[in-house]
């Protein structure tokens, strides 16, 4: 059965970007299938942004404030709550959706009935709305394709946002793990892959805006060291949802083939880091295989003088690239 547009809510995540949130909001609004719109703030710092908000778009909105802060997944287990509807899509206050995303989804349900997951092709753009050459997506074959566990073993093909999720689905399987890092939504996209299945469509559905702000949450996950224990970690509970007649053990050193540790973060947040944190990324850079010959020359050194070696580094590159 094919999804219907009162099925369907659009939540935008809001915290305190009012420099954006309203082309997130307009985005939504301004589908060539009209669906519901809920604004959820976070209870961010700016106490006017309600008003803000409910001035521009008024009744075509229903703006919802949490009474106190969930963090990022925790507001995301809050969109599921109050949209009302079987269909959610969550976009966050600084993306924004092509005219097309609803009825890209629907067209796609129509070719590709009883799937818990639909979500389509995203552009990453700068914070001048210029597109950028972050994250290249792998092209879809054909009009649309069916995803599979196995498509999402290293990474999910879909940043955010241009999902549209089951929300049953999604609460059965335990809503968004709030304590996680980063991984939160490649768990719950592997989960709906693994219980009701996913498709993708071919078409560009939305845009996600990349930030310089090194102060933003997403950076700050991977300033502190924790985006590669994160990524990790998903790869293992991606593993543990293949079926048992396919079932594949953990091999870091074949992941560390595939995706060796990336240099450029120890020079740029080596100096940073604790020794603990430290220690755990120079182990995987020893592991890895060296895609050339300047990483294993960066390799060589670093297993001569060890930690002390990665801070020198890392603090000459940033005096040299501040």
């Given at each position: 059965?094919?999804?219907l547009?009162?099925?369907?809510?659009?939540?935008?995540?809001?915290?305190?970007?009012?420099?954006?949130?309203?082309?997130?909001?307009?985005?939504?609004?301004?589908?060539?299938v009209?669906?519901?719109?809920?604004?959820?703030?976070?209870?961010?710092?700016d106490?006017?942004?309600?008003?803000?908000?409910?001035?521009?778009?008024?009744?075509?909105?229903?703006?919802?404030?949490?009474?106190?802060r969930?963090?990022?997944?925790?507001?995301?287990?809050?969109?599921?709550?109050?949209?009302?509807?079987?269909?959610?899509?969550?976009?966050?206050?600084?993306?924004?959706?092509?005219?097309?995303?609803?009825?890209?989804?629907?067209?796609?349900?129509?070719?590709?009935?009883?799937?818990?997951l639909y979500?389509?092709?995203?552009?990453?753009?700068?914070?001048?709305n210029?597109?950028?050459?972050?994250?290249?997506?792998?092209?879809?074959?054909?009009?649309?394709?069916?995803i599979?566990?196995?498509?999402?073993?290293?990474?999910?093909?879909?940043?955010?946002?241009?999902?549209?999720f089951?929300?049953?689905?999604?609460?059965?399987?335990?809503?968004?793990?709030?304590?996680?890092?980063?991984?939160?939504?490649w768990?719950?996209?592997?989960?709906?892959?693994?219980?009701?299945?996913?498709?993708?469509?071919g078409?560009?559905v939305?845009?996600?805006?990349?930030?310089?702000?090194?102060?933003?949450?997403?950076?700050?996950v991977?300033?502190?060291?924790?985006?590669?224990?994160?990524?990790?970690?998903?790869?293992?509970?991606?593993?543990?949802?293949?079926?048992?007649?396919?079932k594949?053990?953990?091999?870091?050193?074949?992941?560390?083939?595939w995706?060796?540790?990336?240099?450029?973060?120890?020079l740029?947040?080596?100096?940073?880091?604790?020794p603990?944190?430290?220690?755990?990324?120079?182990?995987?850079?020893?592991?890895?295989?060296?895609?050339?010959?300047?990483?294993?020359?960066?390799?060589?050194?670093?297993?001569?003088g060890?930690?002390?070696?990665?801070?020198?580094s890392?603090?000459?590159?940033?005096?040299?690239?501040?």
């Amino acid at each position: 059965m094919s999804l219907l547009a009162n099925q369907i809510t659009i939540a935008v995540t809001v915290y305190n970007r009012r420099q954006f949130i309203k082309q997130a909001v307009a985005s939504a609004l301004n589908q060539s299938v009209p669906v519901r719109v809920l604004v959820l703030e976070d209870c961010g710092p700016d106490s006017t942004l309600a008003s803000f908000v409910k001035d521009e778009f008024g009744p075509k909105i229903e703006y919802i404030r949490n009474p106190k802060r969930r963090g990022l997944f925790g507001n995301w287990n809050a969109c599921m709550d109050a949209c009302g509807t079987e269909w959610l899509s969550i976009l966050h206050d600084d993306d924004y959706l092509a005219p097309g995303f609803v009825e890209a989804m629907m067209d796609l349900s129509r070719q590709a009935p009883g799937q818990g997951l639909y979500f389509g092709q995203t552009v990453i753009v700068d914070e001048q709305n210029q597109p950028t050459s972050m994250n290249p997506l792998p092209p879809v074959k054909g009009e649309w394709q069916k995803i599979g566990l196995r498509e999402i073993l290293f990474f999910p093909p879909f940043p955010f946002p241009g999902q549209l999720f089951k929300v049953s689905a999604a609460k059965k399987a335990g809503g968004f793990r709030e304590s996680s890092y980063y991984c939160g939504d490649w768990e719950m996209w592997a989960k709906l892959i693994a219980s009701e299945g996913a498709v993708q469509t071919g078409k560009v559905v939305a845009c996600n805006r990349s930030h310089e702000d090194w102060d933003r949450g997403t950076n700050a996950v991977i300033r502190k060291g924790f985006l590669i224990p994160s990524t990790l970690i998903q790869h293992k509970r991606v593993l543990a949802l293949l079926p048992a007649d396919s079932k594949v053990r953990f091999d870091r050193a074949s992941y560390l083939d595939w995706s060796p540790l990336p240099v450029r973060f120890l020079l740029r947040h080596g100096a940073s880091l604790g020794p603990r944190m430290l220690g755990y990324h120079i182990r995987l850079l020893l592991l890895s295989r060296p895609p050339h010959l300047w990483y294993a020359f960066f390799q060589m050194l670093t297993r001569i003088g060890g930690a002390g070696f990665v801070r020198f580094s890392s603090r000459l590159w940033r005096r040299m690239r501040p």
